[in-house]
């Protein structure tokens, strides 16, 4: 019988001859063929293996990631927190692609938070306190920064608070962190409120320049700005955050139903604005490389200064601060019957905080 081998197609056979030189190797020629297609499979099973196993050591990182839009209310340094988890890209690494918007003003902040127009609001607790007392909508889920970060600046020749009186003091806007920091200043200094001319003319560099002007004879800055207005030979006329009173002045909050609706959404952003607070007190260069960036400092006494003054009263974890609140509450309360006799629990929800601190995240940061 001749030697070879049947070969099929289809329905179709058809005998191929070997010859007697070839019939030996044959089965060396098989096997080393099945040599190589094990080798191959091999390599691509390791490959295959590898990417499953990085993708599941790093499923923590690997989100779809969540548009959101969070706002910052202005250029000061304690407003930075939401500038580093997104300049680090701290944001990213839990999932999250955040638009960072700037909205002066309490009010316009949380006007654009119920709009819809942002998910994540980071200001002071003024204007969420009397949002929530209206609609009960807006919540406080952390703090990064629970004192009054202002000082009164003022012309050389006014030497004291009491001097204040019939002379034009410029602050942010009505309704905000900034009236009430006067108006709690006034109390501590005995000055009244219709004893000085309060007008509301916006944002830092625009009270800084009417400063410098002369058009006004006093306002409340913040880090950098006061350092400016302080070497030009301007007199700080009191630090608020030597004050007597607490105040959470750098604060997240969001709708509640958000809340509801998007749990680890929130949770993954709170994780953030915690590891960006964390940085902003443990990692001067990295911080101070944000905030020049962001308050475009090229001065290094004043990017310095700044970041001193700024990252010893930051909060880790950001808690908020309840004494602060309940000072907030009673002064607001003598005015505003909805807020009287209210607890600071009822705007506060820290629960995604105490996960964390049962699930051991601000630990695991702080060994890091």
Not at 155 to 173: C, D, H, M, Q, V
């Amino acid at each position: 019988m001749q030697n070879g081998i049947e070969l099929t197609f289809g329905n179709c056979r058809e005998f191929v001859a070997v010859p007697d030189s070839l019939r030996i190797k044959l089965p060396e020629v098989i096997l080393s063929t099945q040599r190589l297609a094990f080798k191959v499979t091999l390599r691509h099973s390791i490959r295959v293996l590898a990417i499953f196993s990085f993708l599941w050591l790093n499923r923590g990182n690997l989100y779809a990631a969540d548009k959101i839009v969070a706002d910052f209310g202005g250029l000061g340094a304690f407003q930075s927190t939401s500038w580093v988890a997104k300049d680090l890209k701290i944001f990213d690494k839990y999932g999250l692609d955040v638009d960072l918007v700037m909205i002066t003003g309490g009010a316009r902040s949380v006007a654009a938070l119920l709009g819809g127009s942002t998910q994540f609001s980071t200001g002071s607790a003024t204007t969420p306190i009397l949002a929530s007392a209206r609609s009960s909508e807006v919540a406080i889920i952390a703090a990064a920064y629970n004192h009054f970060p202002f000082s009164f600046v003022s012309k050389p020749e006014i030497k004291s608070p009491k001097e204040l009186r019939g002379k034009k003091l410029a602050i942010l806007n009505f309704g905000g962190s900034h009236d009430l920091a006067y108006q709690l200043a006034f109390r501590e200094w005995g000055l009244k409120r219709q004893e000085v001319n309060i007008i509301p003319l916006g944002d830092q560099p625009t009270r800084l320049s009417a400063l410098l002007a002369g058009h006004v004879d006093a306002t409340i800055m913040s880090m950098p700005h006061l350092m400016v207005a302080v070497k030009a030979g301007y007199r700080v006329l009191g630090d608020m955050g030597e004050m007597r009173v607490n105040f959470s002045q750098s604060t997240v909050y969001l709708r509640r139903s958000y809340l509801r609706d998007n749990r680890d959404i929130a949770k993954r952003f709170v994780k953030a604005y915690s590891e960006a607070t964390y940085v902003l007190r443990t990692d001067r260069q990295r911080s101070l490389n944000v905030m020049a960036k962001r308050l475009r400092i090229e001065n290094q006494e004043i990017l310095n200064a700044t970041y001193d003054d700024a990252a010893r009263r930051f909060t880790f974890p950001p808690r908020v601060n309840m004494a602060g609140m309940k000072d907030t509450l009673d002064f607001f309360g003598e005015k505003n019957p909805e807020l009287k006799g209210r607890r600071p629990e009822e705007f506060v929800d820290e629960t995604l905080l105490d996960e964390l601190e049962k699930e051991g995240f601000f630990k695991n940061l702080a060994k890091h």
